[in-house]
C-alpha cells in the first residue's frame, strides 16, 4: 500500500503518547447522535478534509461525557488493512465547538425543554498521492445516545457505534479534481409526534456533479471496548442493528413513513411515536453516468409531543395615564387600602386576602374565578401583552377578543377594546382595557376575556383572563380625641386612621404635606395639627370649623371637615326670680363648674349672690339646663366664670334688676314714681315702647337702639314734649326678640 510520506512521518513519532491519551479520553462514550464526512480537492495532492460530530449535551448524557480532543482518521487505498503509518491525528479546536440551535421540525411545535445537540468540526489539510482505487477517509466512535428507540443494543447498556466515511475518486474512475458534496445545513433536531415534517436536505456539489439522495443504512464502528478504533477497520461495515418493525428505509415510527425525493433531497415524514431515532441519509454524485462518492449523513431525530404553540394572554394593572398619573403606588405597597373594600350597594371586595394570595377564588356578581388583574375606575387600568408564536411572526394578523360579564363595553372600558392587530414583525402586541370611572355606583364588577388564536398549522390555543373592576374608593376618617385648650387657646386634632388608596397628599388649614412623595417609612394614614380657637381679636369663639383635605393615590381629593365646639359664655341681663336658658354658647357640653367670685353657683343658693344654675350630671362633669335670678331691691351685677372640662375658663358679665313695671306715675315729683320704667332689654336692641290714650291714640313711643341700651323711660310727656293729662294710659312692648309685654298706668299730677 502507498503511505502518504510527509505527515506519516510526524505521526509515527507522536503515536505512542496518542494513543495513552487516546487511552484516556475513550474510556466512556461520547453520547453520539451523528456526524457526516466531506472533503474540497485544493489542487494536486493536497484535500482538506471536514469531520463533524453531533453529540447529546442534555441530562440524558448521564456521563457527562464530551468531545474527543484528537480523533483518528484513518487513510485506506484499497488494498491490505489501515496501518498506524495510515491515520491522520486531528486535533479539536474550542472555537469549533457549538451548541446546535434547537429548531423544531413544524412551525406549531414547542421544543423540549431538556434538548441539547452540540457540533465539532474537525478539519485539516492532508496530501493524498493518486492511485488507482482512490482513498477512503474513515472514523469510528462509539457509543450512540442509549435512549435510541429504534437500535437494538444486543444486551448491551450502550447501542451501536458509529462509521463516518467518505470516498475520494481514483484514476480508474476519473482522472479530473473532484470534491464531494456537502450538505448545507443541519436538520431540525426535533420532530412533532402526529404533525408533518419537510425538510430540504439537498447538499451543494463544487464540481457541479449530479446528485442523488436517499435513505441508507447507518455503519456500524467501534464500541464499548474500543471507543475510538486507532487505526480503524477497512470496509466493509456492517449497518447498525435495528429493532424488529425499523429498518434503515423505515428508521421510525411513522405514517405516512419517512422518505426523500431523490432528485431534490426533499426529506418528509410524519412520525407518530415518541423516541429518538437513528436515520441515515446519503447523497452519491455522478459524472456522466459514473459514481464518483457517496456522503452518508448520520444523525439522531428527536420524536416529542408539541404542544400548541399557544397564544399568552398576560394581565397586569397600569397607572392610569389618562388621569395624569406618572406613578402608582402599586396595591402591595400603598398605605391605608381597607382590609374589605366596602360599597353602598352592599357588595365588597376581600383586597387585603387577595393581596396576600392573588391565586385565591373570588367572588364577583354570583362568579367564582381567580383575578388576573383589580383595577379601580378613573384610577389604574388593565394592560393585555399578547403573544404570538415567533414563527408566524412575519404576518398581519388581527385577533379578536370575547367579552363577558358585569361591565359594560363603552360604559366601564373602551368600546374598540376586543380587536389586536398584530403587524408583520411584531411577536408581540399591548392592549389596555381603557377603564373609565362612569360616576355610577356599581360597587364590583368583573370582566372575562377570552382570546383564541388558530395558528398556521390548525391548532387552537384559548386563553382566558379575569379581571375585576371596582368603583373609586371613598376615603374615611375617624378623627382622634380633641385635646384641650391650652393657655393661649389653641388645641391639637387630628385623625388615628384614615382609609383610601394612600399614602395621601394633605392640605389642612391652608397648609399641605405632601406625604406621598416621603419614602415609605415615612407613610402616615394619622395626622394631626394645632389650630386656635380665638378670633382675630384674641377672643374665643364658639365654633371653628376645620377642613381636612386628603388627596388619593387615584388624584381623587376627599373632604372631610369637622366643626369643633367650645362653651363660651355670653353677657346678659335677668330679672329678679326669672329662670332663663343658661347663657353660654353650646350649653350642651359637660362643663366642670360655675363660679361667681370662685363660689360655685350650680344647684346652690349663695348668700349676696343673686344667681344659681341648674345642671344635669354626666359623670364627674355638668350639662348646664337653666339659670336662676333672686329678686333684688337694685340691680346687680357680676362677673361669672364657666369652667369647661378641661379647666379652661371664659367669663361674662351678668346683671340681675328689678324688672317691676309701675302701674301709677307722678311726673311732676308729687311722690311715687315719677317715670314709667321697663328694663332687661340688654342685647335687644330695636325694642320698642308704646304709650296708647284710652282712645287707642299713640302719645309716645320709642326704642333701643344699641344692644347696651338695657331700658326705655316714659317720662309722662307726648311725643311733641307737652306734659299729658292726667288718665288711664296702656303701655305695649315689642321685643327684638319677638316678645311682647302690655299693661296699664294711670298718671296722676298735683292740683
Known amino acids: 500500500m502507498l503511505h502518504p510520506p510527509l505527515q506519516h512521518k510526524f505521526l509515527r513519532d507522536c503515536l505512542m503518547l496518542l494513543g495513552l491519551l487516546l487511552g484516556a479520553l475513550t474510556a466512556q462514550a461520547t453520547h453520539l ?59 479539536l479546536q474550542n472555537v469549533n465547538v457549538s451548541e446546535v440551535p434547537v429548531v423544531m421540525g413544524n412551525p406549531c411545535g414547542t421544543p423540549p425543554p431538556e434538548l441539547c445537540i452540540e457540533r465539532a468540526v474537525y478539519t485539516s489539510v492532508v496530501a493524498l498521492p493518486e492511485n488507482e482505487y482512490g482513498w477512503d477517509l474513515v472514523y469510528q466512535r462509539c457509543c450512540r445516545n442509549p435512549t435510541i428507540s429504534n437500535l437494538d443494543d444486543l444486551g448491551g447498556t450502550e447501542n451501536a457505534g458509529m462509521t463516518l466515511m467518505v470516498h475520494i475518486p481514483g484514476t480508474s474512475v476519473i482522472t479530473e479534481s473532484n470534491s464531494s458534496p456537502a450538505f448545507q445545513e443541519l436538520p431540525p433536531v426535533a420532530l412533532c409526534a402526529n404533525l408533518p415534517f ?74 407518530s411515536q415518541v423516541g429518538q431515532y437513528a436515520v441515515g441519509i446519503c447523497v452519491s454524485e455522478y459524472r456522466n453516468g459514473q ?12 420524536v416529542t409531543v408539541c404542544e400548541p404553540a399557544i397564544i399568552d394572554l398576560d394581565t397586569e394593572a397600569i397607572p392610569f395615564a389618562a388621569g395624569g398619573l406618572t406613578s402608582l403606588v402599586p396595591y402591595e405597597d400603598a398605605l391605608g387600602l381597607p382590609a374589605v373594600i366596602s360599597y353602598p350597594n352592599g357588595e365588597s371586595f376581600p383586597m387585603a386576602n387577595w393581596l396576600a394570595n392573588n391565586t385565591m377564588t373570588v367572588q364577583v356578581d354570583g362568579e367564582s374565578f381567580i383575578a388576573d388583574a383589580v383595577v379601580i375606575e378613573g384610577c389604574n387600568d388593565a394592560r393585555f401583552t399578547i403573544h404570538r408564536p415567533e414563527s408566524e411572526s412575519e404576518i398581519l394578523d388581527t385577533l379578536f377578543l370575547e367579552l363577558e360579564g358585569t361591565a359594560f363595553q363603552g360604559l366601564d372600558f373602551a368600546e374598540d377594546f376586543y380587536e389586536v392587530i398584530m403587524p408583520a414583525g411584531q411577536s408581540s402586541s399591548d392592549i389596555e382595557l381603557g377603564l373609565i370611572d362612569d360616576n ?48 393661649s387657646g389653641s388645641q391639637i386634632i387630628g385623625y388615628d386612621n384614615i382609609l383610601g388608596y394612600g399614602p395621601f397628599h394633605y392640605t389642612w388649614e391652608g397648609r399641605s404635606w405632601d406625604n406621598a412623595t416621603e419614602p415609605p417609612l415615612a407613610w402616615s394614614v394619622s ?62 357640653i359637660p362643663i366642670a363648674d360655675v363660679n361667681v367670685n370662685g363660689v360655685s353657683i350650680i344647684h346652690a343658693d349663695i348668700a349676696n349672690i343673686p344667681l344659681s344654675a341648674s345642671a344635669v350630671p354626666e359623670g364627674d362633669l355638668w350639662v348646664l339646663y337653666e339659670l336662676r335670678a333672686s329678686e333684688v331691691d337694685m340691680t346687680w351685677n357680676g362677673t361669672v366664670s364657666l369652667v369647661d372640662s378641661c379647666g379652661y375658663v371664659t367669663e361674662a358679665n351678668l346683671r340681675v334688676r328689678d324688672c317691676i313695671v309701675p302701674n301709677v ?58 306734659p299729658a293729662p292726667e288718665g288711664h294710659y296702656q303701655w305695649l312692648l315689642v321685643r327684638s326678640d319677638g316678645q311682647r309685654e302690655q299693661g296699664e298706668v294711670t298718671l296722676f299730677r298735683k292740683q
Open 33 to 91: 447522535v451523528g456526524g457526516d464526512f466531506s472533503y474540497v480537492h485544493l489542487g494536486g495532492d493536497q484535500y482538506e478534509i471536514t469531520l463533524t460530530v453531533y453529540r447529546d449535551c442534555s441530562p440524558a448524557n448521564s456521563n457527562g461525557t464530551g468531545f474527543d480532543l484528537q480523533v483518528a482518521i484513518g487513510m485506506w487505498n484499497g488494498s491490505g488493512t489501515i496501518g498506524e503509518n495510515d491515520v491522520l491525528s486531528i486535533s
Open 198 to 271: 419537510v425538510w430540504n436536505h439537498s447538499a451543494i456539489d463544487p464540481d457541479g456533479d449530479d446528485l442523488v439522495y436517499s435513505l441508507c443504512p447507518p455503519l456500524q464502528g467501534g464500541d464499548a471496548g474500543n471507543a475510538q478504533p486507532n487505526p480503524p477497520s477497512t470496509p466493509p461495515y456492517n449497518p447498525v442493528p435495528y429493532l424488529p418493525g425499523f429498518s434503515w428505509d423505515n428508521p421510525m415510527t411513522a405514517s405516512p413513513g419517512m422518505a426523500i425525493d431523490s432528485s431534490t433531497g426533499q426529506l418528509s415524514v410524519t412520525p
Open 291 to 302: 459514481l464518483l462518492s457517496t456522503v452518508i449523513r448520520d444523525f439522531q431525530f428527536n
Open 440 to 487: 355610577v355606583d356599581e360597587g364590583v364588577e368583573h370582566l372575562v376575556i377570552t382570546c383564541t388564536y388558530v395558528n398556521g398549522c390548525g391548532q387552537t390555543s384559548t386563553n382566558v383572563a379575569h379581571v375585576v373592576i371596582l368603583d373609586p374608593i371613598l376615603a374615611t376618617f375617624t378623627p382622634a380625641p380633641l385635646s384641650c385648650l391650652d393657655a
Open 527 to 588: 395626622f394631626d395639627s394645632t389650630f386656635s380657637m380665638l378670633d382675630g381679636d384674641g377672643q374665643l369663639v364658639p365654633d371653628h370649623l376645620l377642613t381636612l383635605v386628603a388627596e388619593d393615590q387615584c388624584g381623587d381629593v376627599h373632604t372631610h371637615q369637622i366643626e369643633v365646639l367650645h362653651p363660651v359664655m355670653f353677657e346678659t341681663e335677668l330679672c329678679g326670680g326669672e329662670v332663663i336658658e343658661f347663657p353660654a354658647h353650646n350649653d350642651g
Open 665 to 722: 306715675i307722678t311726673p311732676d315729683n308729687s311722690g311715687g314714681n315719677n317715670t314709667l320704667r321697663v328694663r332687661g332689654l340688654l342685647n335687644l336692641a330695636g325694642s320698642t315702647l308704646t304709650i296708647y290714650n284710652r282712645w287707642g291714640t299713640v302719645v309716645w313711643q320709642d326704642q333701643t337702639n344699641i344692644n347696651d341700651q338695657d331700658e326705655l323711660v316714659w317720662d309722662g310727656n307726648t311725643l311733641d314734649g307737652n
